[in-house]
């Protein structure tokens, strides 16, 4: 909003040019959701106690049952900040900040009644998972079909490390990009069992999208370093930012020990708009590296399930998600939340590398 009515000014009053670049806006967009969501925060925390929105512990992990009635669906937080900082510093007449926005609450209303049902029944059954699959499916499919209508979007497929080989899977492109999405909003879910667990490799995503949409934005970077241009793309990068300062807001309350959690509401949203981050950028492919933490403990739960079902009841893991695994073997949470936050950190840079190997 703020581009939209006072770079038309800069004409008049050159000190407003400053609002045309991608960079200055997405850094202020950072630092306004951050502020939002440290102002707001001890607020809503005790908004959410006052509604009695607590978390339910499952009884398997001992170790939790001290959590009990944490206030839960903190991810309403994040989606304020975000949502209010996005329209103070994106240019909205950009579609792809729409489509962002879209996936981000298209997501989180999915994972909002998934929430509000598991308090209302005071268990952990909420939506039954058809029912949210339907939902994130419905979601992703909506957004992928207008993004199709777009005319600077392709439907090739980037393969890091192969400057040349870029197939065009076509219609293909549709169910990928579903996949996609969906699956990395899974993803973030799983991961999202011990305090500030799932929003640290959150915002590490959410800085290396930033880099890599404001590159694809960009012709000359594009060219560059060889990666594929998308036209207007880079206005996106300002998302980018608002979720990263919303995010590290948002793990100013969640941080050990939590005072709330985020709920579905806010891991499959996070988690869906990172993969359509990874769908507007092309780098789909490298999403694997940067959400590879979100690859890994979605793994073990595959592999955790099939074992269990090929061996007659044995299991391969303690307990699934991999971070319960480390806990029943006895691992302090702090200690493992910030060695996969390391992990993260290390896949971020990784991935990052990528750019300039073709």
Known sequence: MLYNLLYPLSTEFSVLNVFRYITFRSVWALLTALIISIFVGPWFINFLKRLKFGQFIQEDVTAHLEKAGTPTMGGLLIAFALGVSVLLWADLTNPYIWLSMLVFFGFGAVGLLDDYLKILRQNNKGLSVKAKFFGQVAVAVLVMSVLFMLPAYSTQLSVPFFKNFTPDLGWLYLPFAVIVIVGTSNGVNLTDGLDGLAIGPTIVAG????????????????????????PGVGEAAVFCGALVGASLGFLWFNAYPAQMFMGDVGSLSLGGVLGFLSVLCKQEMILLVVGGLFVVETLSVIVQVGYFKFTGGKRFFRMAPLHHHFELKGTPES????????????????????????
Do not use: D, E
Not at 335 to 358: E, N
């Open 207 to 230: 800085m290396c999208f930033a880099v890599f949409i404001y590159v694809a934005g960009n012709a000359n970077m594009a060219s560059y370093l060889q990666v594929a241009h998308v």
């Open 335 to 358: 200690k493992i939340i910030i060695r996969f936050w390391i992990t993260s950190a290390l896949l971020g840079l990784a991935a990052l590398s990528v750019l300039k190997l073709r």
